[in-house]
């Protein structure tokens, strides 16, 4: 593999943790292995591994994005990510209010749901 894959699975595992990767890696077919080679050197390899801003802001504006444009299914991933990149509860209903605000209320009342139901499950695991 390239060296920005190492960086990008490294990366992937710093913020999604081990155990989420090592999952998705043993769920992976051989007919999407080439996407999931491009998405971690991408997206993990260049755009997280890049430390012209903080993870926490990433994760911040990621969350947003998703929920902006709809792709909810992986927002609960990204507020477990939470628990790694620092950005808090705080951040995220934040994040969630521009979406409101620029995108529209629907979509941010969604956000808002998976989250609190994603947070709810962290917590009841740390039980």
Same mark, same amino acid.
């Given at each position: 593999?390239?060296?920005?894959?190492?960086?990008?699975?490294?990366?992937?595992?710093?913020?999604l943790?081990?155990?989420?990767?090592? &999952?998705?890696? *043993?769920? #992976?077919? =051989?007919?999407?292995?080439? +996407? %999931?080679?491009?998405?971690?050197e991408?997206?993990w390899?260049?755009?997280?591994?890049?430390?012209?801003?903080?993870?926490?802001?990433?994760?911040?504006?990621?969350?947003?994005?998703?929920?902006?444009?709809?792709?909810?299914?992986?927002i609960?991933?990204?507020?477990?990510?939470?628990? &790694?990149?620092? *950005?808090? #509860?705080? =951040?995220?209903?934040?994040? +969630? %209010?521009?979406?409101?605000?620029?995108?529209?209320?629907?979509?941010?009342?969604?956000?808002?749901?998976?989250?609190?139901?994603?947070?709810?499950?962290?917590?009841?695991?740390?039980?």
């Open positions: 593999m390239s060296e920005r894959y190492e960086q990008g699975m490294k990366v992937r595992r710093h913020i943790g081990d155990a989420h990767v090592d &999952r998705a890696e *043993a769920r #992976k077919s =051989d007919f999407e292995a080439p +996407f %999931q080679e491009m998405i971690t991408t997206a390899g260049h755009v997280w591994a890049s430390d012209g801003i903080s993870d926490r802001e990433r994760s911040m504006i990621t969350l947003a994005l998703l929920a902006a444009l709809g792709n909810f299914d992986e609960p991933m990204h507020i477990r990510a939470t628990a &790694r990149t620092g *950005a808090s #509860k705080t =951040d995220v209903l934040e994040a +969630f %209010q521009h979406v409101a605000i620029y995108a529209g209320v629907p979509r941010a009342n969604h956000a808002l749901k998976l989250a609190r139901e994603t947070y709810d499950e962290m917590e009841r695991e740390r039980e």
